[in-house]
């Protein structure tokens, strides 16, 4: 399966463009966040990481939306 994961840092930003992005590329299910994303607590990414299963596809718009530095990256694959 296709899992979308779609973040923006404030509140009054719009997830639209990374959605509809999301959905063109097959996304059977989207998870969204508007939350810093210096932020350690993201509950909808911790919530799709415990939906994840063997053979799943986590698709994003940007590498940026996954996390704030290389290291961060590293560390989460």
Avoid: H, W
Wanted: net charge positive; glycine share 10%.
């Amino acid at each position: 399966m296709r899992v979308g994961y779609a973040l923006v840092s404030a509140q009054e930003q719009a997830l639209g463009s990374q959605t509809d992005a999301l959905r063109q590329a097959g996304c059977e299910r989207i998870f969204e966040d508007k939350i810093s994303g210096m932020k350690a607590n993201k509950p909808e990414f911790e919530a799709m990481m415990g939906f994840l299963r063997k053979g799943d596809t986590i698709v994003i718009r940007k590498l940026d939306r996954l996390g704030r530095s290389t290291r961060g990256l590293i560390e989460l694959v």
